[in-house]
């Protein structure tokens, strides 16, 4: 059997020397965005907990806490436990710990670190998890998840809510740290004004269901949510604690296209996250490149675009295959020249990927590992 | 830090116990898909080369060759290595081989498996193939990838496709083997009759340029196509000699709905490939399930079909995210429990796993990794 290394890479230093397809970080955007977003939200007084299921990489989330991050936001039991054995603390899971073995995982967890904080939108939920844990002598924060729209998971604004904190203000293991309310349907919406109105509309529902419960004699430390989509709008809600905004640090089709407080394009963020691909066929009225469905999220009405290039339009291909049709080509495109396009949705298109390949200009200077894809259990 | 094992699984015996979202592969369902295409091939007297792209696994790959299959398609640099690693041999790499480092990872390849094939459709290709070995004093076979309609890669049929058979007698250590022909705008053509004259019709031009490269002088031992909507179609056709089915060992929606020969549903192979998920909200109208657009393949006009549940239709509600809206539900659903859904689409479902786990009915019985995501480079 074949044992021998798959590429020698010792002379790869530069990013046209890369396999492809693969995804391509860059360095000075990246940091860009970071730090931007990390005086704004110093500037605003608002705590900045930005959602870790965008990267899925610990290297990533550190920098988010180096540059002052109150914690990292997690989507599921497995980036938590990725994200706490590279050492991230301050851990938020915004998706409820439901059934075997997710509440098993969550009860290492906490006990471990016990800072970690759990969305609950179920009394029987609530109950399972005061069981798993009492035993143990082990007690941790939860947050209301609160429905302000979106349709998904989370509980009713106003009264249930209401009922929910007093079920949890029983189980003696829990403690109500607070009200997490992500308005996910609004993230997208395209035109500033539009997005503004429609985020203060649903944000209020958060706010007065957090002046209830404190009128009956509950903690609400934390009212968190927000989106990359209107970071700059939630601060004005008088009570919204922290932001979880991810995408800002990669950017993509989509965000781009929903525009700005000022322009077309949104543009508050640099896009730092692309596709390197090869062209590997090139006919007359065709170039044809090794990144297809596999290699680009595909659940936006729309491709993905090229960075560095214009007049040509990327149409999905099949699985490995994208085909870029030309309508006037800003230049001409060679047999083999690699192209990067930058991805229509970020989130899952990092899925797609094992490993960041980070560049300054055009150097590769650093490579970061994605965590494991889903259903992940490492050691299982 | 935290460096303890995720999750305990040596207990683990039951598919309801399996972390969610995870794969799973019915091994009673995928034995009889692998035997039935096994003896459909024996008695039709076809070659099959099934296509390792649907699965990426090794362990799979190894029960096709088992079973009788003349060698695994790969679709990419990366799967061959995989493979190869995993001791499959007989491989033919259907993408075309363009640029650094691919064509250095090649030439590692053909010098430890001399026996593997690959496409070429551009003379510049076929030369720069050349230069790339020449000096290493090795020979590998090449197979003309023919464009018959799907319009991605491939050259022409006719006087393109012999002009690029005469490149490739002129380069001394490449070896015409024969023709690749895979009509992808035909495999998911939906009712029996009109996919079967789609595919004859494609397939003539195949034919036809074989015909014409053996009267050249050319040698032309393969013929090489088919897809799992195809594999009883295409060999009518006199000449192919051999089937590239890949999907057939799991099906999915889509393949379902394209019909049979006989029957509104295609059922020649039955769903072995499943997600599994758990209900992790439950109110009046509505249950949401903690697998969405990171788990499912999104890059068809609809969703996943639930398999053991009928009256619900499932929409995807975000990257963890799955709703249930309740037609009439077959039964309850319950916060908690677990629900399995036949993918959209299988192969870029599958790539979006690390491991499938293969059930006996409802008891585990093994775990098969799934090779690295995009730009796989193992040791990079």
Not at 150 to 159: A, C, F, H, L
Request: glycine residues 8%; hydrophobic residues 35%; charged residues 25%.
């Amino acid at each position: 059997l074949w044992t021998g290394p798959v590429v020698n890479c010792d002379s790869v230093k530069k990013i046209h020397a890369l396999p492809t397809p693969c995804l391509v970080v860059d360095l000075d955007r990246l940091e860009s965005n970071l730090d931007k977003m990390s005086r704004f939200t110093e500037e605003r007084r608002v705590a900045l907990r930005p959602h870790a299921k965008t990267h899925k990489c610990v290297n990533i989330a550190r920098k988010q806490l180096e540059r002052g991050a109150a914690g990292i936001c997690v989507a599921t039991i497995a980036e938590a436990e990725v994200m706490l054995r590279g050492g991230v603390r301050g851990l938020l899971i915004t998706g409820e710990m439901v059934g075997e073995p997710k509440i098993s995982r969550l009860t290492r967890i906490v006990k471990e670190a016990p800072e970690t904080l759990v969305v609950v939108d179920n009394s029987q939920n609530v109950d399972d998890l005061q069981n798993a844990v009492r035993n143990a002598g082990i007690h941790f924060g939860v947050l209301i998840d609160l429905d302000i729209g979106q349709n998904r998971t989370g509980i009713q604004p106003g009264e249930p809510a209401l009922r929910l904190a007093e079920h949890i203000s029983n189980a003696k293991s829990l403690t109500l740290k607070g009200i997490c309310a992500y308005a996910g349907h609004v993230a997208h919406i395209a035109g500033f004004e539009q997005r503004r109105a429609s985020s203060l509309r649903a944000l209020t529902q958060a706010v007065e269901t957090r002046n209830l419960l404190l009128k009956h004699g509950h903690d609400v430390q934390l009212l968190t949510g927000a989106s990359t989509g209107t970071y700059n709008i939630d601060p004005e809600i008088d009570g919204l604690t922290e932001l979880q905004s991810g995408s800002y640090i990669f950017m993509d089709v989509e965000y781009r296209r929903i525009g700005g407080s000022s322009g077309k394009v949104y543009e508050d963020f640099s896009p730092s996250l692309s596709v390197l691909s090869t062209v590997i066929h090139r006919s007359s009225n065709k170039a044809v490149v090794d990144a297809g469905l596999k290699a680009f999220s595909t659940d936006r009405p729309f491709g993905p675009e090229p960075l560095e290039l214009s007049g040509v339009q990327y149409e999905f291909a099949g699985d490995e295959h994208g085909r870029l049709v030309m309508d006037s080509p800003s230049r001409d495109i060679r047999l083999g020249e690699k192209l990067r396009f930058i991805p229509p949705h970020c989130d899952p298109t990092v899925n797609l990927y094992d490993r960041f390949f980070c560049v300054r200009g055009d150097v590769v200077e650093d490579e970061w590992p994605i965590m494991e894809r889903a259903g992940g259990a490492p050691h299982f």
